[in-house]
């Protein structure tokens, strides 16, 4: 990984914003919860998923614990 190469956890942490950045934007223009269609809610949930495993496992990297609930 780059980040552990060069001995920059900023490039992660870059990352992990632009990850983060990309789904708010995704969120806030497509509904999810309201999809008529279920092969794209299905879709839309997956990727919800997927894009909190993301951020879970880059911010593990760091040393940072993610909370389950609060």
Do not use: Q
Request: proline share 1%.
């Amino acid at each position: 990984m780059h980040a552990i190469e060069k001995l920059e956890p900023s490039i992660l942490t870059r990352y992990i914003m632009e990850v983060a950045s990309a789904f708010n934007k995704f969120y806030n223009t497509h509904n999810i919860s309201n999809t008529e269609d279920i092969g794209l809610k299905n879709a839309r949930i997956n990727m919800v998923k997927a894009t909190c495993s993301v951020i879970k496992i880059s911010l593990n990297m760091l040393g940072i614990e993610v909370l389950e609930e609060m």
